[in-house]
């Protein structure tokens, strides 16, 4: 954690314009409270770019602003005499060290403590410079790996066919073992989230999942499969002989100074071999902040608000894979503090949190979301997670959870956020007790981000500002929303999305380099939609409204659809039109 004085380098950012007066005293209330520092919270919202943040201290600092780090460049020796803990903590990495002075960069220039320290340890002047946070947080992570490499996993390059062919020759098993230890580091490198292992006719396929899509990564000869699923059977406690049943297992590992853990599913196949499929949870990054998620600053205050209230029933919607459970972990790494008691029924348990109660339900021995909900509630908790709620059983229970004092978090297969409220009415829920209980929906997608490196700047065209609702028709239509007595901000105020000129915005398009391995993307990103269900809104569910109804008012009263939220992305440079439009197809763009 650094150290430096974060009300310091709050009044900076306002000064500089990167955040409002009142949107800083709410993030030093979360930052004293859970102990982050301010620049993540800023860092990971939608409010500012890290470049811009970057910018806005180097200047108040009158320090250079450091564009690109060449990581090539920076010898791993010597940034190293900072141990890699204190690197990553205070976020700075020495990248030269001449006679007379060193250099280097930091993200956060207020930290004075950490700077002192830099100069009295190498006891000469040390230049400063500033730099993007991610940019330097891959910088610190590439050049330390480079220094660590010869002591981790060092099998870096795959290995080609004929190099297989030796390995079954061989009795030693190193190669097999680097071989699949070579796999795991370059799916961490490449942030791969699943690992395939495939038997073809004739050759063993892996591929990885980067970004939701599947890629080729790597052929061998069929021959080599047994010696590999033995390897990774043995990695994650399996039995070798049984060949005939599918098998789960887990994995843990440290790569890089990054803790993940794997899980292994075997499943055999017709073609005589098992095949394989592990799922990657890379703890840093499942376990992520509020402030983490991309939140523009209306939707992150109030997710704080929703989550911090002692109870209701807070859902998350979207189809499998649009990131519910990172928001729902999220969420309660924020609340989670020892005086409070977190219960977490899920299906399986993706990441162990510290200080948390996770059971995973086991419907085969009649351990459902249901039957443990209503254990949990013996067992006095403040908050309760429920994985999903599927039936009408487990949709009563949360219900009845929630009017008796408890904070219920979960989620719900809906495409929007209203269609949310219609479900549960269709589980035969009252509506009345859905109005008292249910205070907040939020509805999500993943969209691929942009490479950073390499995205292409064009003009964007007027079909384009059409297509996601930033056109002067729409754009004025939600800026006049907030001059009408429905209009609800639920005390936060910002700015509509929409374009209001002049000329016609800059969009990005992907090209691909190596910096994102010809992808042209790099990581995906949250775009949500944020419905409070509020006076208005709770009117049209007493009413029993249809959710395009519901949807409507929630609108007018100031609640950005989940493809407004993705115009707002696009229109930062973060994603691309194509990637908006095909997450949000069935978000049906209308205005009064
Ligand atoms: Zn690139």
């Not at 269709?426 to 997608?445: D, K, N």
């Amino acid at each position: 954690m650094s150290v430096s004085d974060q009300r310091l380098l709050g009044r900076a950012l306002v000064r500089r314009g990167i955040l409002s007066d009142e949107t800083l005293e709410v993030l030093l209330a979360q930052q004293r409270e859970k102990g982050a520092a301010l620049l993540d919270l800023v860092a990971g919202s939608s409010m500012a770019s890290d470049e811009a943040v970057g910018r806005a201290l180097a200047a108040e600092c009158g320090l250079s602003f450091v564009e690109q780090i060449v990581v090539d460049e920076v010898d791993p020796a010597v940034a190293s005499q900072l141990p890699i803990g204190y690197a990553r903590s205070h976020r700075l990495l020495l990248v030269e060290d001449g006679p007379e002075s060193a250099k280097v960069v930091c993200v956060d220039p207020f930290d004075t403590e950490a700077l002192d320290d830099v100069r009295a340890t190498l006891g000469k002047r040390v230049e400063v410079g500033v730099a993007a946070q991610g940019k330097l947080t891959d910088a610190i992570n590439r050049v330390y790996e480079r220094q660590e490499r010869g002591n981790t996993l060092e099998a870096d390059e795959g290995i080609k066919e004929e190099e297989a062919i030796d390995i079954l020759e061989s009795d030693d098993d190193a190669p097999i073992i680097r071989w699949v230890n070579g796999l795991f580091f370059q799916a961490v490198r490449e942030r791969a989230s699943d690992i395939h292992i495939e038997p073809e006719e004739k050759e063993v396929i892996v591929r990885y999942r980067i970004d939701g899509q599947l890629y080729v990564a790597h052929r061998a000869s069929r021959q080599f499969m047994s010696s590999v699923v033995a390897r990774v059977k043995i990695m994650s406690g399996l039995n070798i002989a049984e060949k005939r049943l599918p098998q789960d297992g887990r994995i843990s590992l440290k790569i890089a100074g990054r803790a993940i853990d794997i899980r292994v599913s075997t499943v055999p196949t017709s073609r005589d071999h098992e095949r394989i499929v592990m799922r990657l949870l890379h703890k840093t990054n499942v376990l992520l902040d509020l402030s983490d998620l991309g939140f523009g600053e209306r939707d992150y205050t109030l997710m704080h608000q929703l989550i911090t209230r002692p109870n209701g029933i807070v859902l998350v919607t979207g189809p499998t894979g649009s990131g519910k459970t990172t928001t729902l972990y999220a969420c309660l790494n924020r609340i989670n503090q020892p005086k409070i008691n977190i219960l977490t029924a899920e299906d399986p348990v993706e990441y162990e949190l510290g200080g948390i109660h996770q059971v995973a339900v086991q419907p085969k021995i009649g351990l459902t979301f249901a039957s443990a909900l209503r254990a949990f509630l013996r067992q006095d908790p403040d908050v309760i997670m429920v994985g999903e709620i599927r039936d009408k059983e487990t949709a009563e229970i949360a219900i009845q959870a929630s009017l008796t004092g408890h904070l219920v978090l979960s989620t719900l297969h809906t495409n929007d956020a209203a269609g949310a409220i219609t479900r549960l009415v269709e589980m035969e829920m009252e509506p009345f007790l859905v109005r008292s209980t249910v205070i907040g929906i939020l509805a999500q997608r993943l969209v691929r981000v942009l490479c950073p490196k390499c995205k292409e700047a064009y003009e964007a065209t007027p079909y384009e500002l059409q297509q996601l609702g930033l056109d002067a028709e729409r754009t004025r239509l939600r800026d006049q929303r907030q001059l009408s007595p429905k209009y609800q901000p639920h005390e936060v105020q910002y700015e509509p999305v929409g374009w209001r000129g002049p000329g016609m915005p800059t969009f990005y398009r992907a090209k691909g380099c190596d910096h994102c391995e010809h992808k042209g993307f790099t990581g995906r990103l949250g775009i949500y939609e944020l419905l409070m269900v509020d006076d208005t809104v709770g009117s049209l569910v007493l009413r029993s409204a249809d959710a395009q109804t519901i949807k409507r008012a929630a609108q007018n009263a100031g609640m950005d659809s989940l493809r407004d939220d993705g115009a707002r992305k696009v229109l930062m440079g973060k994603t691309t039109v194509e990637e908006v439009v095909a997450a949000t197809q069935e978000d049906a763009l209308f205005d009064e």
